[in-house]
């Protein structure tokens, strides 16, 4: 081995090279979402890139770079190529997002479109990343030692990636923003390329000799191809899925994503290394990789079990404390706990790849390369197959037992029968052969135990071992390309719509009232609202508040979902006008900052009810550029409404929301919304223009007298809002006031997302009634804001010095 004193300096590079490309990955990702969208085609471009790249760089590097250069060396300009790009990526985004708002478009040439925006970001410093270990693979020579060391070296770069996943997703987004992540994983790069350019000045360097003509990989070594792109299919597919069930049980914030992918990258790292340090010292390696993919299918069934009927009903309440980071720790165990033994194999599984087809004198760069490119492009198929196929098409269920005959076939690859060249026994080969179909009929039981996710689970999440008993009646349970959904059915008959483990939406009076008073305002307050865009579909009863407005004659609903739709119009037709099949309402799925912002019409209204602020991504409609966007597509004088929620939120969080949507709205306003005499959530009320607001409380009122107001009107009375006056007595404040509260509120940005990592900190605590009351300590009358005769004006005096609950 060539200055082998030097290989565990390599193995810390290798933890720094992982560690700054999972820093890049998050943050490019994050910073594409906002130009081409978060929709499950958008992820899937962005994911499909990315790994591609990975793929190619890894599979080329032994063709364009001749095997005289010195590793170390190739290795380190490697590290500041990917440097510099990291650089102009975050640089050049800005001009990225003009062009692609200005060009973009819909259907196959605009999914074309962000493939095209997507490569031009990532494949070039994808291609270096992939290259980096076939690069430094030429260090060492393919023997049974070198081989265990190329597989250190893939486990140190996981092993930098778990600490990249933790520190970007805990710290460095969290504190700072992608600039700074940006910074550090450059300046990371920068040493782990000096430090290899003084090892290579250190050290000598003779390129290994050729192999045999003719002879490039051990003989055949093309099922062992097939079977590491197989486990790279399944391990990537297994992951989806079970972030996807984790995210319900933990609540689906950035942080539990963050956590997620740590702790299945620990795993792979933990079984790297073992399989590095046990492949040199296997004689039939090949037969130990078939037996870890037979192992796999036994490790997915213990998974499959614990998401569904073990993590779900332990004894635990995430409301228990306030400190939400002893709730992180909780759910790294159970997340350990779930996914760690699975993790393991498929970590162990690429240097026991390797080993099986590795031969002496083949070049290095090339084996690994190969072996990287095969579980690569299995990974990609896995990931893309899972995310926008499988899980939609036959559910988690179907999908996890789909991945177990995968594994299992991949087994049976290579443990039925001998391989050519293996010299063994007749009678210990029957042997083999018959333990590996009694292992396979083990695994055809396996499958059968894999059971649906609990609708509990879907409904409640977190909660959901305190809602076994409910008497709830779960009449629909769905998954979507992007989402779970239930809906429920309590016994007095209220309907509940669920979404990312909570309810969402529901027929109860406080959520029917702040659903209407959204919609209602939207159209009531600006003088013609005729175009008008709902952000999230949910119920559908914003957007059926929406469409019984005579004014309106065309109404988007934008829905990143392709389900909600087709359920809420089943379920929730009542209660929301049956707005789904209202011929002037056309549903958009599509990520609803994405139609917006590509979109060239101009709108009257544009009224926005996301997901709780806390699930990973919704915060990109928070935004300060966000909110900029929507008031330039509207027109003059119109209006931007927004739902903010106090339950399930902390103080910062609620002044993030509202600082950042008062500073592109200077004039607007605060509406509030009560339950039992409690604030419970928000309307935020913004205009188009430099023009103050004013409503003209009479003129409002004369137009819910006309006869095709009925509608409206008997809308607002079923939620205790029988006047213009009743429904603006909910005035909760507006920019002016609330300076003071607001002086140091984190503003939300797109470089930052700053709200969803506040937000994440307190989605587990119920604070809604004291923050309102914080906010109306500072509430005034505002006598430029109404318009309106002398006893209307005195009215509404009256009726928002003493608040208004819902009247039943």
Known sequence: MTSRRFLPALLLLFVGSGCAALIYEIVWFQLLQLVIGSSAISLGVLLGTFMGGMCLGSFALSSVVPARHHPLRIYAFLELGIAVIGLLVLVGMPLVSSVYTSWAGSGIAGFAFRGVIASICLLPPTLLMGATLPAISRWVETTPEGVSWLG???????AGAVAGSVLTGFYLLRVFDVSVATYVAVFINVIVALVGLAIAKATPYEAAESAPSGVTRAADSTSVYVVIALSGMTALAAEVIWTRQLSLLFGASTYTFSLILAVFLFGLGIG???????????????????????????????????LTQSLP????????????????????????????????????????ALAAVAARG??????????????????IAG???????????????????VLMVIAA???????LGPAPGDNIEAGKSWWSTIAACAAILIVALLVRSVRPVPPVLVAYGRYANMRVNDSAQYIYVGEGMTASVAVSKLSDGVLNYHNAGKV???????????????GHMTTLIPPHARRVVVIGCGAGVTAGAVSVDPAVTNETIAEIEPLVPRVVSEYFGEHNFNVVKNPKVHVRIDD????????????????????????????????REFFEAAKAHLNPGRVVTLFVQLHESNTEAVKSEIGTFFEAFPNGVLWGNTNNGQGYDLVLLGQAGDQPIRINVDEIQAKLNRPEYAPVVKSLRDIGFYTAVDLFSSYGGRATDLKEWLKNAPINRDRNLRLQYLAGLGLNLYESGPIYSEILRYRKFPDDLFVGQPQTIDALRAGIQRGLDFRE
């Not at 250190?152 to 996981?158: A, P, Q």
């Not at 130990?288 to 079990?305: D, F, I, K, R």
């Open 362 to 379: 083949q070049d290095p760069a090339r084996l690994v390369g190969g072996v990287y490119a095969a579980n690569t492009v299995g990974a």
């Open 409 to 415: 076939i991949g087994g049976g690859l290579l443990l």
């Open 592 to 623: 609803a900052r994405h139609y917006v912002l590509t979109s060239s019409e101009k709108f009257d209204a544009i009224t926005s009810d996301p997901l709780d602020p806390w699930v990973k991504g919704a915060a990109m409609l928070y935004t």
């Open 152 to 158: 250190f070296f893939y486990g140190g770069n996981i």
């Open 383 to 401: 990931s893309l197959g899972a995310s926008l196929v499988l899980v939609a098409w036959i559910g988690t269920q179907h999908s996890q037992q």
């Open 504 to 518: 969402q939406a529901s027929s109860e009076p406080q959520d029917m009232r702040l659903q209407r008073m959204l």
């Open 272 to 306: 790297s290394s073992v399989g590095s340090v046990v492949a040199s010292r296997f004689e039939r390696p090949r037969a130990a990789l078939g037996w870890c993919q037979v192992a796999l299918c036994v490790c997915m069934a213990w998974t499959a079990y614990t």
């Open 313 to 352: 009903f332990w004894p635990l309440n995430p409301s228990a404390t306030s400190n939400p980071w002893i709730n992180f720790q909780v759910d790294g165990v159970r997340a350990l706990f779930a996914v760690l033994p699975a993790a393991i194999l498929w970590g162990a599984s690429f240097p026991l």
